[in-house]
């Protein structure tokens, strides 16, 4: 029970020093600048994973920036590499760490916790000091694993058995630790043999996300599984040459798997796709043969000009949400402004066709409204591209600016869902409720507020104006493209 107790504080030390740490800006910097190049990648994943010791949360982390399009396959594969990689360096700490340390930070943390404005440093030293302490407990319980750690023999087995425990606890540093402790227990070579093990187990944690429903874990987890599983394939012969640095395996493993993951990164990604293609975007209801029939081929134009206006529907929820959290890029849009561009691209043929074969005028609006689309999309697109510009001078809107931001994107994002609707229903109310609304005083009134602020003299204001007024001009140019649309719903 102390084992596994020991365990359980070494677990719970990892997870509240990175919780300390996620909070902090100075991360969200490191992790902006990582995220220009796989360079940008690895050596900013070394520092966050570090500083963090959370190789796994920084691996989850960039799967969801992969999800959304922040990061490329490769940057993704480096960043959690790197991260895991740098994350190993807490396990130096416990090779140094001398008796009654421990003790001495769980007090300091618990008085830093006592402070709120210190409660985040408070929550590092506790976690440390619970690092140390976990540590220690698992040292002495260690005698009922021996029994069973002296049954494994072997560079292969004691391989598996690490492979095994780092997919079951998701932890290289975990698994490293125990190593640490069974070294002179075990024939040589074999606790350095779980280190390497476990290494590529950590990979788990992609697989348990896969399994949860998100595909996109599939692509990034089986590459770097299979990369670990060969790189440390090459190393297991060689730990015979000092086999009982348990520490200097752990972090030249992790390192190599980074550094030689990044000139291979484009047949890993090639092998990605391979195995879980993506699927191409085409039209889902156009036609060829229905444009024999108008009526139809007017019908299936219109339900697929409602999918496009989805699909930027979606852009614009994904625009609000990095205004949001001021956290995100331009290139996390890419995937779905594709789909609308390859969208458009076959209306515009589709109905270009239908109005040439029959002249009805409904196919030439529906032409008119696809391109329209197509235009809101890009201007959604230039919201994050202004906000991103912003921040990337380590800028940010002021707390009221924002909130009118928010307040302008909010507005158009429910009239553009209500005509959507319209487009899918032919809900024609819908329509007339749209170009009911009027805008222009709306956003005069957010001008105008603006301007009282700038009159104020606050700072954050008069720093951030123009990415300000850029933005707000691009959401009344959206807003007014709605209302365009609305009307061209009423003329079919």
Do not use: C
């Amino acid at each position: 029970m102390h084992f596994l107790a020991g365990l359980a504080l070494f677990l719970l030390g990892l997870h509240l020093i990175s919780e300390a740490l996620a909070g902090w800006r100075g991360r969200r910097v490191l992790l902006s600048r990582g995220l220009g190049s796989p360079a940008g990648s690895l050596v900013y994943g070394l520092a966050l994973g570090a500083l963090s010791g959370s190789g796994s949360g920084l691996g989850l982390l960039a799967l969801a920036l992969l999800e959304v399009g922040v990061l490329t396959h490769a940057q993704a594969a480096l960043l959690a590499l790197a991260a895991t990689a740098g994350a190993g360096v807490w396990v130096g700490l416990l090779a140094v760490a001398r008796e009654g340390v421990q003790e001495a930070l769980l007090v300091l943390g618990l008085f830093l916790y006592l402070v709120a404005a210190w409660r985040r440093w408070g929550f590092f030293f506790l976690g440390l000091g619970l690092l140390l302490l976990g540590f220690a407990e698992m040292g002495r319980g260690l005698d009922p694993v021996l029994a069973l750690a002296r049954e494994v023999r072997g560079l292969g087995t004691g391989y598996l058995v690490g492979l095994f425990l780092g997919g079951l606890m998701g932890s290289a540093n975990a698994v490293a630790a125990l190593a640490l402790l069974l070294v002179g227990e075990l024939a040589p070579g074999v606790a350095a043999a779980m280190v390497l093990g476990a290494g590529v187990g950590t990979t788990s944690t992609f697989f348990w996300a896969a399994l949860g429903g998100r595909g996109e874990a599939w692509r990034l987890g089986i590459p770097l599984f299979l990369h670990r599983l060969l790189v440390s394939g090459f190393l297991l012969p060689l730990v015979w040459i000092i086999p009982e640095n348990i520490l200097a395996w752990h972090l030249l493993g992790h390192l190599l798997y980074t550094l030689l993951y990044w000139p291979l990164s484009g047949v890993w990604g090639r092998v990605a796709q391979g195995i879980f293609p993506k699927r191409k975007v085409v039209p889902k209801y156009l036609r060829s043969e229905a444009l024999d029939s108008p009526l139809l081929a007017l019908a299936l134009a219109r339900r697929e000009l409602s999918r496009v206006a989805d699909t930027v529907r979606s852009m614009l929820v994904q625009s609000v949400r990095v205004l949001s959290q001021e956290e995100g890029r331009e290139a996390s849009l890419q995937e779905q402004e594709e789909k609308v561009d390859a969208l458009t691209r076959e209306l515009v043929l589709y109905t270009s066709e239908l109005a040439r074969r029959t002249g009805d005028e409904r196919a030439v609006r529906l032409f008119v409204a696809a391109s329209e689309l197509e235009r809101l999309g890009d201007l959604v697109r230039r919201v994050v591209r202004q906000a991103e510009r912003l921040w990337s001078q380590g800028l940010r809107f002021s707390p009221e600016g924002k909130e009118d931001l928010l307040l302008a994107a909010s507005r158009v994002l429910s009239r553009l869902e209500r005509l959507g609707a319209a487009l899918a229903t032919g809900e024609r109310a819908l329509a007339k409720e749209v170009l009911g609304e009027e805008g222009g005083e709306f956003f005069q009134g957010l001008k105008r507020a603006h301007l009282r602020r700038l009159e104020a003299g606050l700072a954050q204001t008069r720093a951030s104006t123009l990415a300000h007024l850029d933005i707000l001009l691009t959401l009344e140019e959206i807003d007014q493209g709605v209302a365009r649309l609305a009307q061209l719903v009423l003329e079919l």
